[in-house]
């Protein structure tokens, strides 16, 4: 109990102290997780929203194959990247393996199922309550899509959520690409798993303390912009 009680302690001093160690990891997971969100969210959403208001052929199996793909396993995206990235991989001559580029790439390829797959869901309900009114508007395709992009933004929030939470909890794909490499490709969870391993406890409880406190602070976040912005609107 006192080992424990000690551990707590200092875990908390850690904190606290946002030391330099500390603050690099936590500031690089936040930037690797943002960047690939904000990719994955670019790419993703018009896709979402174009097969969500375009009938075309396959749709049906490209829904599926999005759909299986958010159970892809990490470590074999990991695996892939390492191959393709290596030296004597197809991609060596990027020079991207164990950089936070690789890193970022990683995390899209998990983020980016999610975001389609989830996104997808919400923004066909909503067409298809908009459908015929679009239709006898005759409003254009493109137009379509950003009426349906708009009036689902509260939803969607909730969608990039969960896309950031995979992100941010991710470890097998970004310690294989990324080597966790101290001051340059350490992020939180691989740091929290490398800490653990060594019996480092103060350090690893205070990175999971912090990594649970950013993922209330930014649900807080969404939830009051929803709130007020709701308040705000007509609709």
Known sequence: MSDFSEILTNSIRLIFSFNTELSDIVFLSLKVS???????CL?????AAYSSVKAFFGKKFFILLVNSLMGLPPVFVGLVLYIV???SGPLGFFEILY????????????ILPIIISISFE???????????????????????ILII???ARYCLLTTVLAGLGRAMSEVGAIIIVGGNIAYYTRVMTTTIALETSKGNLELALALGTILILISISLNFIVFMVKHFTKNLSYD
């Open 149 to 151: 992009l708009w009036d």
């Open 122 to 144: 919400t923004l066909e309900s909503i067409y298809f309550e908009y459908e015929e009114m679009l239709k006898s508007l005759r409003v254009s395709f493109r137009d379509s």
């Open 43 to 47: 790419i993703g959403l018009p896709i």
């Open 34 to 40: 943002l960047s690939a969100l904000l990719i994955s």
């Open 99 to 110: 950089t936070p580029t690789v890193m970022v790439l990683a995390q899209i390829i998990l």
């Open 85 to 87: 990235f290596s030296k």
